[in-house]
């Protein structure tokens, strides 16, 4: 059943929806239709996603609020959703629902109407170049935007597996997806536990087929030290394609230091600590007798 044509004087407002029977009778229900302006919808807020990751976009909207929508009955009759086609496969379509929001997320301005669409990419199976709309009701589908699922950033390998604490060694990192980004700009970080250090040198990436010959032979190591490091084993069995960063420079992790109580009954053993660049750890009341030993601490 499609919805009547020529809403000028409907005024915006919901209806019932009854079916008449031969007798010239209707059903009586209190299931109501309401008609809305289509609001205009912009360019998403990214323009790939990684097959592996739920990723977040961003759509600006004009709902219209006042002169052609009305927030509250629009949002109570709403049944926003994305909807993700794929370009290879007819059939290979994926919904995620969708949420209005006010800009920024979590504005509490008075009277402030939601501006924006949010939603979630899925897991996808393989990359490609896809189709992405949205829907007010789930059914009706606006912006046919383009939009591409690129291979998963995932290290396999490194080398060397160790280094000294002052860092600067040169690391190489096997493993796919830094390449993959759209535009080829977007910025690639490397992460050393939680230090963040210099985003990938993408010039300094190459392409390359390996086989568990020549993994070993690179990386100096002996089969059953390899295969003591984790990592996804068939990756280099099957001698897959996968890309070689050589540029990571392990940082200087001399912060990650030992803090050993006095030696005390019941004062336990050695208490790790990580300080942060931002953190700094405080004793400031420090008390200790024959069985116990206590600190206040402060950060």
Request: glycine share 8%.
């Amino acid at each position: 059943m499609k919805l009547a044509t020529g809403t000028k004087n409907i005024g915006f407002e919901p209806m019932t929806v009854q079916i008449r029977n031969p007798d010239g009778e209707y059903d009586p229900n209190d299931i109501y239709i309401y008609y809305y302006k289509e609001p205009t919808v912009q360019k998403q807020s990214a323009e790939f996603s990684y097959i592996n990751e739920d990723k977040m976009i961003i759509f600006n909207v004009d709902f219209g609020w006042g002169t052609e929508n009305k927030h509250d009955v629009f949002r109570d009759n709403a049944n926003l959703t994305c909807r993700f086609s794929s370009s290879k496969n007819g059939s290979g379509i994926i919904y995620t629902d969708a949420f209005m929001e006010t800009s920024p997320m979590g504005s509490m301005k008075l009277k402030a109407y939601p501006d924006q669409i949010r939603c979630r990419s899925p897991i996808w199976e393989s990359p490609e170049q896809i189709k992405l709309d949205v829907s007010i009701n789930g059914q009706n589908y606006y912006g046919d935007f383009p939009f591409t699922m690129v291979d998963p950033i995932s290290t396999l390998r490194l080398s060397p597996l160790s280094g000294p604490i002052d860092g600067g060694t040169l690391l190489t990192i096997y493993g796919s997806g830094m390449n993959a980004s759209i535009p080829q700009e977007v910025e690639v970080l490397v992460k050393f536990g939680n230090i963040m250090t210099q985003p990938v040198d993408k010039s300094n990436i190459t392409d390359i087929e390996w086989s568990d010959d020549d993994y070993y032979e690179e990386l100096h190591l002996t089969e059953k030290l390899v295969k003591q490091a984790n990592g996804n084993w068939d990756d280099i069995e099957d001698k897959k394609h996968v890309d070689r960063y050589s540029g990571a420079i392990t940082p200087n992790i001399s912060h990650y230091f030992d803090f050993t109580p006095p030696d005390v009954k019941g004062a336990g053993g050695v208490i790790p600590i990580l300080i942060g660049e931002n953190v700094g750890i405080n004793v400031t009341d420090h008390r200790e007798n024959s069985t116990s030993y206590r600190s206040k601490i402060e950060d």
